[in-house]
């Protein structure tokens, strides 16, 4: 028996380290190693996925308003130049058909002259236009005299009797350097101030001004030297075409000059007029819608030509003389003086829209085309402005009408 239990209790004493496995129960140590690794691949996941979207969205909305406001600034734009064009069209509309149509109570040489005033001498005169009130003007003390006779050099007393209603001093002879001039060969100042040449041609016309109510026509003589590509070329004729009527002025052929003797031929509507060299020293009429004045500012080959309400001409004929012909290498014929015209045009009443080579720098706004600053700035246009004779009317760019065409002037020098 003992040994039966010595042997249970043997077993007994082996089944007591039974519970040392416990222990290696203990090992559960790994299982934490696992949970803490596990979770942290997961946030490094979700950290750069979420990035991108914001990225993708942003530049997204930024060009849907770029392309908004662009949209409505032009629809101002075009709205506003629409209505602006409009009214400049219709405001000198209205006073350029008015002003065609003068009566003589408005033209400023419609007046009366009076008696002179007994405390100073000087010349008075009686306006009879509604534009200066009726008023009675008097010459200055520098120039008393409307007409100069000891000396016609001198200045004299300009009264206009339009708008203007005054009295003034004034040179009865042009001025090459003053506004609206022509001369020499043939050099222009236009409206503008601006000086050029216009070289033309030899024995052609060209239109200097076409407006509405008033064309200017100029015949060209000139000489063509030997090896030269274009002609030396000067004014010799001029005609003033108006309503109906034309009035030429020309200086005839000479062989050689003299000073004392008068070279101008003058027509009016064809035929040949003379302007007396005594008393008051003029020539004029009245058409029933102007009043038109040839009058002498000197002793010979000088006069003043005024069409009431459109233009007042100052022109000299003088030749070509041996000076500028040796300075200029001109080569002129020694049977020929070359007479020709020194000019200076006052114009009234032009349209906006003159045309002509002198015409057209009296537009507003005009800019001359020439190069400035050069010793002959040239002007072109001979083909827009040349007329197949002294008294048409027709050009490419003229714009004065009437019913009938002039036919060529009779008794005028040809060259």
């Given amino acids: 028996m003992a040994g039966a239990d010595d042997g249970k209790n043997n077993e007994d004493t082996k089944k007591t380290p039974a519970p040392v496995p416990a222990p290696k129960d203990q090992k559960p140590a790994p299982v934490p190693k696992e949970e ?32 908004e406001k662009p949209k409505p600034a032009p629809a101002p734009k075009e709205e506003k130049p629409k209505p602006a064009p409009a009214p400049k069209e219709e405001k000198p509309k209205p006073p350029k058909e008015e002003k065609p149509k003068p009566s003589p109570a408005d033209d400023d040489t419609n007046y009366d002259v009076l008696t002179p005033d007994p405390k100073t001498g000087c010349e008075r005169a009686f306006c009879k236009s509604k534009a200066c009130n009726y008023k009675t003007l008097t010459c200055p003390a520098e120039c008393p005299e409307r007409k100069p006779k000891k000396n ?74 030997n090896g030269r590509k274009r002609d030396y070329t000067w004014v010799q004729s001029v005609a003033v075409m108006f309503d109906t009527d034309t009035l030429i002025l020309s200086a005839k052929k000479v062989q050689q000059w003299d000073d004392s003797v008068d070279v101008l031929l003058i027509k009016w509507n064809g035929k040949e007029i003379t302007v007396p060299f005594t008393g008051d020293a003029e020539w004029k009429t009245n058409t029933g819608v102007r009043e038109v004045v ?74 001359s085309p020439v190069k400035r600053g050069i010793a002959m700035p040239l002007m072109g246009g001979e083909d827009k402005y040349e007329t197949p004779s002294l008294t048409s009317t027709r050009c490419k760019l003229c714009i004065f009408q009437r019913n009938y065409d002039s036919t060529p002037a009779i008794g005028i020098a040809q060259y």
Avoid at 334 to 342: G, L, M, Q, T, Y
Wanted: glycine share 8%; with cysteine.
């Fill in 294 to 367: 040839v009058e002498r500012t000197d002793d010979t080959n000088t006069v003043r030509v005024t069409v009431g309400g459109l233009v007042e001409i100052d022109m000299k004929a003088v030749p070509v003389t041996k000076e500028d012909n040796k300075a200029h290498n001109y080569q002129l014929p020694s049977n020929d003086a070359f007479a020709h015209f020194e000019t200076q045009f006052r114009f009234s009443n032009l349209s906006d829209n003159v045309e002509g080579i002198l015409g057209k720098t009296y537009r507003p706004g005009y800019v």
């Fill in 36 to 67: 803490k690794p596990k979770p942290a691949p997961a946030p490094k996941e979700e950290k750069p996925k979420p990035a991108p979207a914001p990225k993708e969205e942003k530049p997204k909305p930024a060009p849907a308003p770029k392309e």
């Fill in 152 to 225: 016609k050099k001198s200045k004299g007393c300009f009264i206009n009797c339009g708008r203007k209603c005054e009295a003034t001093c004034k040179w009865r002879k042009p001025k090459c350097n003053g506004y609206g001039s022509l001369c020499y060969d043939p050099r222009f100042v236009g409206g503008d101030g601006v000086m050029f040449y216009f070289h033309g041609g030899k024995g052609r016309d060209f239109a200097l001004v076409s407006d509405t109510n008033l064309q200017i026509n100029a015949y060209f003589i000139g000489n063509r030297p």
